[in-house]
């Protein structure tokens, strides 16, 4: 069943009093729905032809009742404000009244009837104690709603206790609910801490009920579009990680595909949290936070056009595992180490690149375009094969506009040593271990070519 039809026949059920079976996308993973209740004065405030506490607690009742077909969902009630008056300005007045267990519908339908609203409102405080009234279970989705017809009256902030709360992983973000409350200082208060609804009459408020409640329980249809310079979702094939952007942490990672359709295949996400996309191009892409709409099908755009970049080099080379450093042009962070003889994609752009070779090779503001290739081919080096008689110390250098350019140190051990170098003129500049003379320094030209090797004897 997909999400949006799960959505209106829950909704439609609802409305109709019947008790709805509620979908649950999370099979095997705990939910825990703590439903944070206004008990202050001003919930008997009217609402339609009741009082907004008389309706909050009939439509909550329905909720709970149909929620008890529903596997591997607990819910818990914790109320604030109902049991000091509001004279005393009590701002730590705030109780759990029904624990998180299974089965415990029927416990929190009756002792939800015999709460009535009483004193001030202190949702800050509620939602500090609210963190400890989930059982440790570091897998399970903990979801609180908010249900309160004020804003708070102590002093707190409940958008920075939100924001800690995810940060830690104890909570997803909170839906609040408003009654009657729609005004921009109301707004302001909660739209930080989490979602935020508005509803000014019963119906609404049932309305939202249901929404929520298929928030928690339900997945939401995705894609990814890997955007080419065209603005088309025609890239694919680059790995994607997914991380909570309230908390930083990794929720999963996959291999971007497309479907039998050539379109970018579909995820089923969790509507609740907000996410940090990361496309794993060369450099990365970043989106976020983003935020999903849930029932209905989402699409997230991420920019990432690329092209190709060959490195190669003529002739036998001698080096092994030769790379390439890839950097972004004029930046001093490393993009990536190419090998020597590959093909790599790069989001387009321009480039500077160093090749270790011997000396190394510099390439700067090599442009890579969109579904191009661009080619650096090396000239294939040569080999300098160093004998010595006796333990030298001295250094290489490469002699270019009559300037000594430091190449390498030698390792200045008797016996037979290759190198291998790209082609060029050098100067040997050494002295034999053992003598104690600045004067008895020596200096030699020589010449690599490639693909020759250049004997030198000491």
């Known amino acids: ?45 009217t609402m339609g032809n009741s009082n907004r506490w008389a309706v909050a607690v009939h439509l909550m009742g329905r909720v709970v009742d149909t929620l008890r077909t529903v596997g591997d969902v607990e819910v818990g009630l914790r109320v604030f404000g109902h049991t000091q008056p509001n004279e005393k300005h009590d701002c730590y007045d705030t109780r759990l009244e029904v624990p998180f267990e299974p089965y415990n519908h029927k416990k929190f339908l009756q002792r939800l009837g015999m709460i009535k609203p009483l004193g ?91 929404v929520i409640i298929n928030q928690a329980l339900n997945n939401t249809t995705v894609q990814f579009n890997l955007l080419d310079a065209e603005q088309r979702p ?48 060369l450099p990365p892409v970043e989106v976020g936070p983003v935020e999903i709409i849930p029932g209905r099908h989402n699409t997230v755009p991420l920019s990432t056009p690329q092209g190709d970049l060959e490195i190669k080099i003529g002739g036998i080379s001698k080096y092994g595992r030769l790379q390439a450093i890839v950097r972004q042009h004029d930046s001093t962070r490393t993009i990536n180490a190419q090998m020597v003889n590959t093909v790599e994609r790069y989001i387009s752009g321009s480039y500077d690149l160093e090749i270790l070779t011997t000396p190394r090779l510099y390439f700067s503001n090599i442009p890579v375009k969109p579904n191009r290739t661009y080619t650096i081919e090396l000239p294939a080096p040569g080999q300098l094969q160093l004998t010595l008689g006796r333990d030298l110390v001295g250094s290489v250098f490469e002699w270019k506009n009559n300037q000594m350019v430091w190449v390498m140190d030698l390792q200045g051990n008797m016996g037979k040593t290759l190198y291998p170098m790209q082609p060029g003129t050098y100067k040997l500049v050494y002295r034999f271990k053992g003598e104690t003379r600045t004067l008895y320094s020596k200096q030699q030209f020589f010449t690599i070519q490639s693909g020759t090797n250049t004997n030198i004897a000491l």
């Open 1 to 45: 069943m997909s999400v949006k039809r799960s959505l209106w026949l829950f909704l439609s059920l609802l409305a109709l009093g019947v008790q709805a079976q509620v979908p649950n996308a999370y099979p095997g993973q705990k939910t825990r729905i703590l439903f944070l209740l206004d008990g202050s004065g001003s919930m008997l405030a």
């Open 120 to 210: 001030y409102t202190s949702i800050t405080q509620s939602l500090l104690a609210a963190a400890k009234d989930f059982p440790e279970d570091p897998t399970a989705r903990n979801i609180i709603v908010i249900i309160t017809d004020g804003i708070e009256e102590c002093g707190g902030d409940p958008c920075a206790v939100s924001e800690a709360l995810q940060k830690k992983g104890i909570i997803l973000r909170p839906f609040i609910v408003g009654l009657g409350t729609d005004s921009e200082e109301f707004r302001n208060a909660y739209s930080c801490a989490g979602r935020y609804y508005n509803a000014e009459s019963p119906e609404q408020f049932q309305k939202i009920l249901g």
């Open 234 to 281: 025609l890239e694919t094939d680059v790995p994607l990680s997914l991380y909570n952007a309230d908390n930083g942490r990794l929720l999963d990672a996959y291999v971007h595909t497309m479907n039998g359709k050539n379109l970018p295949d579909t995820l089923y996400l969790d509507p609740i949290l907000r996410y940090r996309v990361v496309a794993h191009t």
